[in-house]
């Protein structure tokens, strides 16, 4: 999980920080692995799941923001599913027309919280607090909207779903293999495991912030609505500048369009350990990690066309093919629990005891996630085997299944 996502923006000057893309990279800067943006299901969303914020709890928080010297264009943006009637992904939708350049949101600095390195203790300490508090939190108008959430990615599971992704490759990039993360978020900065408020803090800050520096990370209110989106998708960007987080149109955005941003150019499978979602294609997968990509492909769009990001030109698809045949058969051949699940087998009652700090009632089964997950996994390789047999020369391209 090392690939530097590309900027969001490329504007100069020393209170000059892109954010956007850079949100997952900095998780990896100071070594933690995040596991889940706080809106989430297998989609694009952010918002997808019945854990919603409410549309009077969205006002207040923007009106909030306007009385402290913020700006949110609720004139061409609105929380809402979308024009599509079928529609059940929330997002922020453009209800006019939107030109290039046009200024969405600005979030000044005073309503950004935390700004801390990691592993963010004081942060995290001064949120439960600020939790605690409720009503009385000057915070809260954002805190109300962001505690609505659940936390259903890797690093949450159970060992009993964390069985559904054996046999995937890089299982460690997942977090899944080695414990139980959360816990150790909060093992970071003390004994806290009893306070379930402290375990809920560190959930919140851990998955809802984003870079606020090149070292730092913070919450963000009204920015961390914005669902993530790949590719031409992407209509929007944004960067602290002038003491506060500015966020504008990146290209025209039509009618009804989703505004959306990439959270980072680092893959699929990591997108889904870090935030746990999956996100439509373009989606970056590997058969194993490698420095030159020698082993990544890119599904480019619904009919399942591959490109290669290394290039054509050096690939070996003979490695490549031989390498995706033996992981199909791996893959479809579900391993049963090795030592390390047996290890993790003592803490459901653990975990169990601290769902309640992560999941909010009547939300999807994290089960279905990873069978969803896994599914896609093994149906991306699929489609890279074959577009990989097909670039060798016919009389050698029968690597068998």
């Not at 390195?117 to 805190?143: A, H, M, N, T, V």
């Not at 003491?243 to 893959?267: H, K, P």
């Not at 803490?347 to 169990?352: E, G, S, T, V």
């Amino acid at each position: 999980m090392a690939r530097k996502p590309k900027q969001a923006t490329k504007s100069g000057g020393a209170d000059t920080q892109a954010v956007g893309n850079d949100r997952a990279l900095a998780f990896l800067v100071t070594g933690s692995l995040a596991v889940a943006l706080i809106f989430m299901l297998v989609s694009t969303g952010a918002f997808s799941g019945s854990s919603q914020p409410s549309s009077s709890a969205v006002d207040d928080m923007i009106g909030w923001i306007e009385q402290n010297s913020g700006f949110v264009d609720t004139r061409v943006q609105e929380v809402s599913t979308g024009p599509d009637p079928t529609s059940t992904l929330r997002g922020i939708y453009a209800r006019e027309s939107i030109s290039q350049g046009d200024i969405l949101a600005k979030i000044p600095k005073a309503l950004l919280f935390g700004d801390e390195e990691g592993p963010f203790c004081s942060s995290i300490q001064r949120l439960s607090e600020e939790l605690q508090l409720r009503e009385r939190s000057k915070f809260w108008p954002y805190l109300r909207v962001a505690d609505s959430a659940t936390v259903t990615a890797p690093g949450v599971w159970a060992p009993i779903d964390l069985q559904v992704l054996l046999g995937l490759p890089d299982l460690s990039e997942l977090g899944v293999i080695y414990g139980f993360q959360p816990l150790e978020w909060v093992l970071n900065c003390g004994d806290h495991l009893s306070d379930l408020l402290w375990v809920r803090a560190a959930a919140l800050f851990h998955t809802r912030s984003a870079a606020c520096s090149e070292t730092t990370m913070c919450m963000m209110p009204w920015f961390d609505l914005y669902n993530h989106c790949n590719g031409p998708a992407a209509n929007m960007e944004c960067e602290i500048r002038d003491q506060a987080n500015s966020c504008r149109a990146s290209r025209d955005i039509l009618v009804g369009e989703q505004i959306c941003f990439s959270y980072g150019a680092i893959g699929a499978p990591r997108l889904f350990a870090t935030f746990g979602f999956l996100a439509p294609p373009p989606q970056r997968w590997w058969l194993e990690p490698s420095e030159n990509a020698s082993y990544d492909f890119v599904i480019d769009n619904e009919a399942g066309d591959v490109s290669w990001p290394s290039g054509v030109e050096a690939m070996d698809f003979r490695a490549f093919a031989k390498k995706a045949g033996k992981l199909i058969k791996q893959m479809d051949q579900v391993s049963p629990p090795n030592d390390n699940f047996k290890k993790l087998a003592n803490i459901n009652d653990m975990i169990q005891h601290y769902r309640d700090a992560y999941v909010r009632p009547g939300d999807t089964p994290v089960r279905s996630l990873a069978v969803k997950f896994r599914e896609a996994y093994v149906h991306a390789v699929r489609l890279a085997f074959k577009a990989a047999k097909a670039q060798l020369p016919r009389a050698s391209s029968k690597t068998e299944l």
